[in-house]
């Protein structure tokens, strides 16, 4: 069987892992992958958002499955294409994927069909998007409609702040066609979790739930990134808090989406605030059964770094799942999972998330990885002509270990970052803290 991962991150280094782990054995390839992507599959240096050149590939090379990792393909309609040309697919189509691609989209679907999340609005007109935010008040939320690489949303503390973020999107035009239109929300207050079910059109099945680390640095502070660590279990996620995120989120979603004719197939990753007080959030929130689950926002995609502690924590064989996906036969499949927590710190390049120098070289990998429980997964890693390995962009390595509790994961985790020797990275030394 052969099995092509798109993509070239953490999270694909992690799928093509657990893939290649699969007792059936499949050959992986994976477009265009990095340096440890490589030591397990064949990469092919094709782009992620290279749509017509990935079908081509994936034909020629009759590849049996594809799974795709980053939201941009899906957006634009790479499944949709592959399965036009025969080919089966992991992910949703552009139309399902509109849930990620259009957070005014995503607000709507949710108002037609009483899904909880912050109150809104949507706007192209910069006069109208300003009175409603003077209206409204502070704390607010301002987002950018379409993708922008984590960088579009704002938490404005201040009225002035969220007219200025207003400005910057419609006026300045900073994030070009993915912000010729904004959703101006409710801020809302509690702890977040980041949430994931397969779902096959119809049916949904719950993964264990992750918490992330968005911020740059320790205690939470510093500039929103793509996430600098992640942890599973997440504490938060009680299972009466799964069953309700289930009954009142996910599978109301996945129902709207097949009723209105976009049945969504994939990975369904929900962002989510769990709120226990809505004091907290002022008067824009009814007062609820607590603590209540509200979607922040919905990803068609693994989360990443999150998808690298789930593939840790993961028992079963995870290709039938994603087979059974495609095939619509979610049914069937239940997934194991070992108890032991999973704990992933991320190494980024100094600089990151904004300007960084590329190209410097990462020693003493195999040391990391030889520390009990722990996997090294690349990021941005290139190999150069002599066999190093260079760093090539802002997140390059999630460094992530199992253990009993998160404690003991995380102590592992840090111990191994502490092996490698890359005096041009820096990690958060904070992962966890909740949870430890
Ligand atoms: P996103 O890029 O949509 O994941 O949003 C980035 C971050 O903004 C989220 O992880 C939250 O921390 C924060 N955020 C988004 N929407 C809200 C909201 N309505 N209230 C409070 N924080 C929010
Ligand atoms: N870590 C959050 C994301 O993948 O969007």
């Known amino acids: 069987m052969k099995v092509l991962v798109v993509g070239s991150g953490g999270r694909e280094h992690a799928l093509c892992w657990k893939l290649a782990a699969s007792p059936v054995r499949p050959t992986v390839f994976c477009a265009p992958g990095n340096a440890g992507i490589a030591t397990l599959a064949t990469c092919v240096p094709i782009k992620a958002d290279d749509v017509p050149a990935l079908v081509d590939y994936a034909v020629a090379t009759a590849v049996d499955l594809v799974v795709v990792g980053p ?26 994927a509109r849930l990620e691609g259009s957070k005014g989209f995503m607000k709507d679907l949710c108002a037609r069909h ?30 950018a409609d379409g993708l922008a690489a984590g960088k579009g949303v704002t938490v404005a503390l201040t009225v002035d702040e969220a007219l200025a973020a207003v400005d910057d999107v419609l006026v300045a035009g900073r994030f070009g066609a993915a912000g010729a239109e904004v959703v101006i929300e409710a801020f809302l207050a509690g702890e977040e979790a980041s949430f994931f079910a397969l779902v096959d059109g119809e049916t949904a099945l719950p993964l264990v739930a992750a918490q992330d680390h ?16 992640a942890y599973s279990p997440a504490p938060v996620m009680t299972p009466e808090l799964t069953a ?20 969504f197939k994939g990975v369904l990753f929900a962002g989510l605030m769990i709120v226990a007080d809505p004091g907290d959030s002022g008067p824009a929130l009814p007062k609820p059964d607590l603590p209540k689950p509200y979607l922040l926002e919905y990803n068609v995609r693994f989360g990443d770094p999150e998808c690298q502690v789930l593939m840790k924590r993961l028992r079963s064989d995870l290709l039938p799942a994603l087979e059974a996906v495609h095939e619509g036969r979610l049914g069937e499949i239940s997934l194991d999972w070992h108890d032991d927590a999973a704990l992933c710190v991320v190494l980024a390049a100094a600089g990151y998330p904004g300007e960084i120098i590329t190209g410097s070289e990462i020693r003493d990998l195999e040391a990391a990885g030889a520390v009990p429980g722990v996997t090294v997964f690349h990021a941005a890693t290139q190999r150069d002509g002599e066999g190093r390995v260079l760093a090539v962009g802002g997140r390059v390595l999630g460094v992530t270990a199992g253990g009993a509790t998160v404690a003991e994961a995380r102590g592992r985790a840090y111990l191994a970052v502490d092996r490698i020797d890359w005096p041009e990275g820096f990690c ?9």
């Open 214 to 229: 968005k911020r740059a640095f320790d205690g939470d502070s510093g500039p929103n990134t793509g996430g600098m660590g």
């Open 71 to 96: 939201e941009a393909p899906l957006v634009a309609g790479l499944v949709d294409r592959l399965q036009a040309a025969g080919l089966k697919a992991f992910g949703p189509s552009a139309a399902a």
């Open 114 to 143: 009483g899904i909880p999340t912050a109150p809104y609005g949507r706007f192209h007109d910069a006069a109208q998007a300003r009175a409603f935010v003077r209206t409204q008040g502070a704390p607010i939320v301002v987002k």
């Open 244 to 263: 309700r995120v289930m009954a009142e989120i996910i599978r109301p979603t996945v129902r709207a989406m097949a009723a209105e004719g976009t049945p």
């Open 428 to 436: 958060r030394r904070d992962i966890g803290w909740r949870a430890v």
